[in-house]
């Protein structure tokens, strides 16, 4: 049947053609650089992760964008009348936006890479597309679709008669759930600022109407249309950009161009932690950081974070991380033994045929299972399946080296989806203070000291070695 996402806007299942055959143009709202990106923010990360690896998988060649936002967002979006994030950040850590923004956009960085994110193609920022958006903005004024009053500019969402098809709001409802005194400035209480004035905004640009800055919205428009074309095939983000960010960039982008603005828009649920949303006034707001000073591997957290739908809800708990930290140690044990073997350079006359119809297997029900919208439970299951098999036939020692080849390239392939295993790197030997751990853990455990034994393989995994106690002996990895 091909490949099928549920598209936000028409709230259905849908075959994807993109728009160019063989090309996806891909934009991710990325992040908003004004504080520590939270996990919250990373499963819709991770989320637009597994769907460019998946593309990538079937073949397609991806280009994609993630911005980042480093001016015009308001904290209270939908009725702007909010302080910039990253200006009022700026204030309560006494540095200058600019210095907020580059402080927590390495942070960023730093966590796309420990996440084992592929780097997008782009990583625009918007202050530095501010002529992109100042020539959106005129075209709008130009066509009728947009207002200055006062140096401000008001995208009229009257003048669009499509405005509310994603979210649902219809411009009525709007007017009449407007929770403030209307601003006298705008034609319509739903009308959104795509240039704003204000003398005490400390980051400032000339335009035609005036000294001022962007509003969030059009910078994504501005920013998209720049590497992508006015016409693109998907466009992700949470589900709490729908309402009024992506909604208003369909309004401003189709405005403008006068085309179709996405072909295909697809949401993430929001995490909840512990059945709560998350929150710091609750204890429960955790950074990536966060957990690895709790000692966990950031691969567990992504394997967490991708396992459920992305159109379900997703409930993190320590204990559902533990459960992923033991699927990604199973599957890294599984690839152990194969690239053991493999090193074996064993051969046997007769090959086993069962190796050739689980890996072909494997990749025929895991890609089937993401081709349903990404439906990545079965796919996983077919992954840990097709461990489970190909594992009894290493404990009967039915497998050679070139059976285990066959294997570890089904798994890899599995994996360039995933990203649990490939990012792995191994060392030869663990430093100095490490062995001294791993001495004293094996003299605990000869012992019966199982307590002690515990604590000292958590500490060690906090450093990055990894202990895995087989049938043959226990296994010392060293991971980045």
Same mark, same amino acid.
């Given at each position: 049947?091909?490949?099928?996402?549920?598209?936000?806007?028409?709230?259905?299942?849908?075959?994807?053609?993109?728009?160019?055959?063989?090309?996806?143009?891909?934009?991710?709202?990325?992040?908003?650089?004004?504080?520590?990106?939270?996990?919250?923010?990373?499963?819709?990360?991770?989320?637009?992760?597994?769907?460019?690896?998946?593309?990538?998988?079937?073949?397609?060649?991806?280009?994609?964008?993630?911005?980042?936002?480093?001016?015009?967002?308001?904290?209270?979006?939908?009725?702007?009348?909010?302080?910039?994030?990253?200006?009022?950040?700026?204030?309560?850590?006494?540095?200058?936006?600019?210095?907020?923004?580059?402080?927590?956009?390495?942070?960023?960085?730093?966590?796309?890479?420990?996440?084992?994110?592929?780097?997008?193609?782009?990583?625009?920022?918007?202050?530095?597309?501010?002529?992109?958006?100042?020539?959106?903005?005129?075209?709008?004024?130009?066509?009728?679709?947009?207002?200055?009053?006062?140096?401000?500019?008001?995208?009229?969402?009257?003048?669009?008669?499509?405005?509310?098809?994603?979210?649902?709001?219809?411009?009525?409802?709007?007017?009449?759930?407007?929770?403030?005194?209307?601003?006298?400035?705008?034609?319509?209480?739903?009308?959104?600022?795509?240039?704003?004035?204000?003398?005490?905004?400390?980051?400032?640009?000339?335009?035609?109407?005036?000294?001022?800055?962007?509003?969030?919205?059009?910078?994504?428009?501005?920013?998209?249309?720049?590497?992508?074309?006015?016409?693109?095939?998907?466009?992700?983000?949470?589900?709490?950009?729908?309402?009024?960010?992506?909604?208003?960039?369909?309004?401003?982008?189709?405005?403008?161009?006068?085309?179709?603005?996405?072909?295909?828009?697809?949401?993430?649920?929001?995490?909840?932690?512990?059945?709560?949303?998350?929150?710091?006034?609750?204890?429960?707001?955790?950074?990536?950081?966060?957990?690895?000073?709790?000692?966990?591997?950031?691969?567990?957290?992504?394997?967490?974070?991708?396992?459920?739908?992305?159109?379900?809800?997703?409930?993190?708990?320590?204990?559902? /991380?533990? $459960?992923? #930290?033991? %699927?990604?140690?199973?599957?890294?044990?599984?690839?152990?033994? =194969? +690239?053991? !073997?493999?090193?074996?350079?064993?051969?046997?006359?007769?090959?086993?045929?069962?190796?050739?119809?689980?890996?072909?297997?494997? /990749?025929? $029900?895991? #890609?089937? %299972?993401?081709?349903?919208?990404?439906?990545?439970?079965?796919? =996983? +299951?077919? !992954?840990?399946?097709?461990?489970?098999?190909?594992?009894?036939?290493?404990?009967?020692?039915?497998?050679?080296?070139?059976?285990?080849?066959?294997?570890?390239?089904?798994?890899?392939?599995?994996?360039?989806?995933?990203?649990?295993?490939?990012?792995?790197?191994?060392?030869?030997?663990?430093?100095?203070?490490?062995?001294?751990?791993?001495?004293?853990?094996?003299?605990?455990?000869?012992?019966?000291?199982?307590?002690?034994?515990?604590?000292?393989?958590?500490?060690?995994?906090?450093?990055?070695?990894?202990?895995?106690?087989?049938?043959?002996?226990?296994?010392?990895?060293?991971?980045?």
């Amino acid at each position: 049947m091909g490949i099928r996402f549920t598209n936000s806007l028409t709230r259905r299942a849908e075959e994807f053609k993109p728009i160019a055959a063989g090309e996806v143009r891909m934009y991710n709202c990325g992040p908003t650089v004004y504080s520590h990106v939270h996990i919250g923010n990373f499963r819709s990360f991770i989320f637009a992760d597994l769907l460019r690896r998946f593309l990538e998988f079937r073949g397609l060649k991806v280009t994609q964008i993630m911005n980042i936002t480093d001016v015009g967002h308001l904290t209270q979006d939908d009725i702007e009348a909010g302080e910039d994030k990253m200006e009022a950040a700026a204030r309560r850590e006494r540095r200058t936006p600019w210095e907020i923004a580059g402080m927590y956009m390495n942070e960023f960085f730093e966590y796309v890479d420990l996440l084992n994110l592929r780097r997008a193609t782009r990583y625009p920022r918007a202050t530095e597309h501010i002529p992109e958006m100042i020539a959106m903005i005129r075209r709008l004024v130009e066509t009728g679709h947009a207002y200055v009053v006062n140096g401000n500019v008001y995208f009229e969402v009257s003048r669009f008669p499509a405005y509310g098809r994603l979210s649902g709001n219809t411009i009525e409802q709007l007017k009449a759930g407007a929770r403030i005194e209307p601003n006298p400035e705008k034609r319509h209480p739903a009308d959104f600022a795509l240039w704003k004035q204000d003398p005490r905004h400390l980051m400032q640009w000339d335009s035609p109407w005036g000294r001022g800055f962007p509003g969030w919205h059009i910078e994504c428009s501005a920013m998209s249309s720049r590497y992508l074309g006015e016409s693109f095939d998907i466009h992700t983000g949470g589900e709490d950009n729908i309402f009024p960010h992506h909604e208003s960039e369909i309004a401003q982008s189709e405005a403008a161009s006068g085309k179709p603005f996405v072909g295909v828009w697809m949401h993430a649920r929001f995490l909840q932690v512990d059945g709560k949303k998350m929150s710091k006034s609750l204890g429960n707001f955790y950074t990536l950081n966060d957990l690895r000073a709790k000692g966990v591997d950031p691969m567990s957290l992504r394997y967490e974070l991708l396992s459920t739908h992305y159109r379900m809800q997703q409930n993190f708990t320590f204990e559902s /991380l533990e $459960g992923a #930290g033991k %699927a990604v140690e199973r599957l890294r044990t599984f690839k152990g033994r =194969l +690239a053991d !073997l493999l090193r074996a350079n064993q051969q046997n006359a007769a090959r086993n045929k069962d190796i050739g119809k689980a890996s072909a297997g494997l /990749l025929k $029900g895991f #890609g089937e %299972a993401l081709d349903d919208d990404l439906n990545v439970s079965p796919a =996983l +299951a077919c !992954l840990h399946d097709f461990a489970r098999a190909v594992n009894s036939l290493l404990d009967r020692g039915a497998l050679d080296s070139a059976d285990a080849e066959q294997a570890l390239t089904a798994l890899a392939q599995a994996d360039s989806v995933i990203g649990v295993l490939e990012r792995e790197k191994e060392k030869r030997e663990p430093d100095a203070e490490a062995l001294k751990m791993i001495r004293a853990r094996d003299a605990s455990r000869r012992n019966k000291d199982f307590a002690t034994a515990d604590r000292l393989r958590g500490e060690l995994r906090t450093r990055g070695v990894i202990l895995e106690d087989t049938r043959d002996g226990t296994r010392v990895r060293v991971v980045q």
